[in-house]
């Protein structure tokens, strides 16, 4: 089976591809076509969260993404854990909770550095569409960023985005897994967050090797957010601190915790109630907290 197969593989032609989004009106297509390549910020609205460019998309283009969802549904590999039903940044973790040896890596500016012209290049070698229906959903999916240096990347705050981000990266995402398979280490991708561990030492010549796939397609490592060692203080998966005593809340999730105990607003009581919830994923122990949650029914 291809493992790209999806409804819009092959998918030649923007007549076929306006009836796959379910458009009727050849003038409203027309029309979406050249606002999408012309006019992006038209479908997507800037704000800041936490230094991170975020976007707002409007009702039209959160239409077209929906449907995106399901046309480019391809085979779901058992690495995947960012984007689908059931899997969590708590499940990616939970895949490593046996290994004593970790190699976690951070794709530097990952969204921003999946430009239009790499998700329009996938399109047309691994999904074999047309250039000009290729040209259609890179502009659907894409909208101008400062962190790509004002080039149109992934739109990060959109429905589609987690999904989609795999979508236009599995090929190198499916090499990452089969190195892993060929040595013997577990594997499991969560957006950015690349993880990579086994009960046997990592070695320096595996780090490379994954280092050089990731470079081939065009991303950059963050070495400041890159660790291969033995399970310590620094072996943490997407937010959850992995030990050998099994899983612990980062220090600052505590504090956090700490800390909202003591608020009596109710916005920061639904906060502590959000917190405790995540809190009991990662560590049973703080169901002794069960006790607070009587008082919040009413925030629920």
């Known amino acids: 089976m291809n493992p790209y197969s999806c409804t819009l593989y092959n998918c030649k032609s923007l007549n076929k591809l306006k009836s796959y989004l379910n458009i009727e009106d050849d003038k409203y297509f027309k029309s979406l ?5 012309a006019n992006p910020f038209k479908f997507f609205r800037k704000f800041e969260k936490n230094e991170r460019e975020l976007f707002r998309c409007n009702k039209r283009i959160t239409q077209i993404h929906q449907r995106f969802i ?39 500016g990952f969204y921003p550095s999946t430009t239009k012209a790499k998700i329009k290049k996938q399109l047309i070698m691994t999904y074999q569409q047309s250039s000009n229906v290729a040209e259609f959903i890179s502009n659907a999916v894409t909208v101008p960023q400062e962190k790509a240096n004002n080039k149109r990347a992934l739109v990060t705050g959109s429905v589609l985005s987690q999904y989609f981000a795999y979508v236009i990266n599995k090929k190198m995402f499916d090499e990452l897994y089969k190195l892993s398979k060929h040595n013997d280490v577990i594997f499991t991708v969560y957006v950015d967050d690349i993880s990579f561990s086994s009960k046997k030492v990592l070695t320096y010549k595996f780090h490379q090797q994954v280092y050089n796939i990731i470079k081939k397609y065009g991303y950059t490592v963050h070495n400041g957010k890159v660790y291969r060692g033995k399970i310590n203080n620094k072996s943490k998966i997407t937010g959850v601190q992995i030990t050998k005593y099994g899983f612990r809340l980062l220090t600052k999730h505590k504090d956090k915790i700490k800390e909202l105990k ?18 009991i994923q990662v560590n049973p122990k703080y169901r002794r907290y069960k006790n607070l949650f009587k008082n919040y029914e009413e925030l629920n």
């Open 70 to 108: 399901k046309l480019f549904k391809i085979e779901e590999s058992e690495y995947l854990k960012s984007g689908i039903k059931k899997e969590s940044h708590i499940t990616n973790a939970l895949a490593h909770k046996d290994s004593n040896f970790f190699l976690l890596v951070d794709i530097k």
């Open 262 to 279: 003591n608020k009596i607003d109710i916005k920061s009581k639904r906060s502590l109630l959000g917190m405790l919830n995540y809190a």
């Open 33 to 37: 076509n050249a606002n999408l390549s």
